[in-house]
T-cell receptor, first 120, second 111 residues
Framework: DADVTQTPRNRITKTGKRIMLECSQT?????MYWYRQDPGLGLQLIYY???????NKGEISDGYSVSRQAQAKFSLSLESAIPNQTALYFC???????????????????FGPGTRLTVL | AQRVTQPEKLLSVFKGAPVELKCNYS??????LFWYVQYSRQRLQLLLR??SRESIKGFTADLNKGETSFHLKKPFAQEEDSAMYYC?????????????FGKGTLLTVNP
């Protein structure tokens, strides 16, 4: 089955370390997203990419960077991790509306299983 | 700017009771509204979307443009409905296609 996968699933690191979270998808979708989930704050968009050459900041991009290496891969980096970046991180994908993978006005996002990151 | 408000962080009901999870939104154009659900230890998944006007697992949601609401309802809650529910909004055109999520409501259905 087409899927969205994330590695690692769990990571514990120390303040100041550089961390990369990876997301891969076999859904053939053009659009990919990174979110963080914190209790009581819901899901907040960090970065999103509508195709390989398109990268956009979301609501909370400070302290994060991304790389879209291919249509199927979208990585999130924390250049110098800090404790308040401890959270659950989700990658998601969606088809471009109007393409074969998506209806004309329909934007369902498919989520990965999440990466639990702890920064000590 | 687009915004989604879920006023209840927690909602607890008994099995068989009706349940309504509230969602209000702010968007100047024509929005698309969704409900996503996250069961314990599972990934977030789409529950239903207003454009389809469907009922999934007994849940329905009607878009009320006058009240800018998209409340999720189920007449008889089941224990397996216990989960975190997120209301989400997508605008139309260009970068507005990205989703904006509410903060979520944790539903607990007690036996």
């Amino acid at each position: 089955d087409a899927d969205v996968t994330q590695t690692p699933r769990n990571r514990i690191t120390k303040t100041g370390k550089r961390i990369m979270l990876e997301c891969s998808q076999t859904k053939g979708h053009d659009r990919m997203y990174w979110y963080r989930q914190d209790p009581g704050l819901g899901l907040q968009l960090i970065y999103y990419s509508f195709d390989v050459k398109d990268i956009n900041k979301g609501e909370i991009s400070d302290g994060y960077s991304v790389s879209r290496q291919a249509q199927a891969k979208f990585s999130l980096s924390l250049e110098s991790a800090i404790p308040n970046q401890t959270a659950l991180y989700f990658c998601a994908t969606s088809a471009t509306p109007g393409t074969s993978g998506g209806l004309s006005s329909y934007n369902e996002q498919f989520f990965g299983p999440g990466t639990r990151l702890t920064v000590l | 700017a687009q915004r989604v408000t879920q006023p209840e962080k927690l909602l607890s009901v008994f099995k068989g009771a009706p349940v309504e999870l509230k969602c209000n939104y702010s968007y100047s154009g024509s929005p698309e509204l969704f409900w996503y659900v996250q069961y314990s230890r599972q990934r977030l998944q789409l529950l239903l979307r207003h454009i389809s006007r469907e009922s999934i697992k007994g849940f329905t949601a009607d878009l009320n443009k006058g009240e800018t609401s998209f409340h999720l309802k189920k007449p008889f809650a089941q224990e397996e409905d216990s989960a975190m529910y997120y209301c989400a909004l997508s605008g139309s055109g260009g970068s507005n296609y990205k989703l904006t999520f509410g903060k979520g409501t944790l539903l607990t259905v007690n036996p």
